[in-house]
């Protein structure tokens, strides 16, 4: 099979040494990219970083190849179009149709999903003009995504900050496997969103953990953002996980933590998603020292204390209409398979969908991909094939978004 085949558009602004990050990460997984950067760009970032790290030619204008037509050619041949960064000044052109280089050229001719990625200085993002061109290329169908916040250029900090390039690589992956993946269709719904595992302490050095990585929540929170949500993510100990663009993260470590930080998020959210991995009990005492071992003494015995159950309390606690999404991660047993006891499960619970993940084997925990099943409190049950953990978080969207609707 051929490679899927990128454009990676590269503005003129600081950010454009990440691209170099994003065109190494697509092109080691086995993506064909060509770079065509603005003659600004190359201000920031020599052509030959970009020719070495692509092996394709680079080229700013259409006065080259010109036998090849390539400034038709490039964006038609595309299979997704990425701008790293996109300014403001390409964002106006691009909403306006303004074709003065190769690389909006190349917008006008592509014919697959388009995928913009700002950074600017928040005085820039926020100012009506580049609202307005973002408004409009959205209309069209285009993919502009949020900005993160942070530092900027200077000793500025604010919203316009790009996306982690791992957040941009894992998002032009799900426009390849899904080109409608992104619809504004959250637009200013608000979503709290758990997310990570939860360490119980037993003395200053051990405590009681699970292997969640924190990646399925991060993806949940990560595509509700880039469909318009605005999303608080309430993250427990994950993998070393970049913060998702436009998502507010409140970190917390404990059971306790979690579900007091899950309650307060929740009060003004109309979904609530419960995507951690929480622990079922804790140490009932956590010694102030280290727990020794010795020979001359008998094998410490711990014991436990049950934790609350955060899902049922969202669920019992909820405002009229808030939709709650639990997950649930089963294996199957002399009682029951897999199905079985996530049905009892969504049952107890009470809550409108839970997400159900086979675990075990090298399955949901700890890995990139997952598949599982969606029930819903209406006895619907569909399978949510393999796939990436943006795509199952795409397939959660969409069923929320259908409850939304009714």
Not at 105 to 129: G, I, K, Q, S
Request: glycine share 10%; aromatic share 4%.
């Amino acid at each position: 099979m051929s490679k899927p085949r990128v454009v990676l558009g590269v503005g003129g602004g600081i950010a454009a040494y990440k691209a170099c990050e994003v065109l190494r990460g697509l092109t080691e997984s086995g993506h064909d990219v060509r770079v065509v950067p603005t003659e600004a760009a190359l201000n920031f970032v020599g052509a030959a970083t970009f020719e070495a790290l692509s092996g394709h030619p680079v080229h700013t204008g259409v006065f080259t190849e010109v036998p090849e037509v390539q400034h038709v050619r490039v964006g038609k041949e595309a299979d997704l179009v990425l701008i790293v960064p996109a300014t403001a000044n390409l964002l106006a052109k691009a909403a306006h149709g303004i074709a003065d280089d190769l690389l909006t050229n190349t917008l006008l001719t592509a014919r697959c999903p388009v995928a913009f990625f700002p950074a600017m200085h928040t005085e820039m993002w926020e100012h009506p003009a580049t609202q307005d061109n973002v408004a409009l290329l959205r209309h069209r169908g285009a993919v502009v995504t949020e900005p993160a916040a942070g530092r900027l250029t200077g000793k500025d900090t604010g919203k316009g900050r790009l996306a982690d390039p791992q957040e941009i690589i894992d998002l032009a992956k799900l426009l390849l496997a899904e080109p409608r993946a992104l619809p504004r269709d959250l637009e200013g719904v608000r979503v709290a969103i758990s997310a990570g595992g939860t360490r119980e302490p037993l003395d200053p050095v051990r405590y009681l953990g699970n292997r969640s990585s924190g990646k399925q929540g991060y993806a949940l929170a990560r595509v509700a953002a880039q469909r318009g949500a605005e999303v608080t993510l309430v993250a427990g100990h994950t993998v070393e996980l970049p913060e998702p663009a436009g998502v507010t993260v409140v970190k917390v470590s404990t059971a306790e933590e979690l579900r007091v930080a899950m309650h307060e998020a929740a009060k003004p959210a109309e979904i609530v998603v419960m995507a951690a991995a929480v622990a079922d009990f804790r140490p009932a005492n956590v010694s102030g020292a280290k727990i020794k071992k010795s020979d001359d003494q008998p094998d410490p015995v711990i014991m436990l204390d049950r934790n609350a159950d955060i899902l049922a309390e969202l669920v019992t606690d909820r405002a009229p209409g808030q939709i709650v999404v639990g997950f649930a991660a089963e294996t199957g047993d002399e009682h029951g398979s897999v199905l079985d006891h996530a049905r009892a499960k969504l049952r107890r619970k009470g809550c409108d969908l839970l997400v159900v993940n086979a675990v075990g084997d090298g399955k949901a925990f700890e890995v990139e991909d997952n598949a599982g099943w969606l029930l819903a409190s209406d006895g619907t049950e569909r399978p949510i094939p393999f796939g990436s953990k943006a795509q199952l978080g795409v397939a959660v969207w969409d069923a929320v978004v259908g409850l939304l609707k009714r």
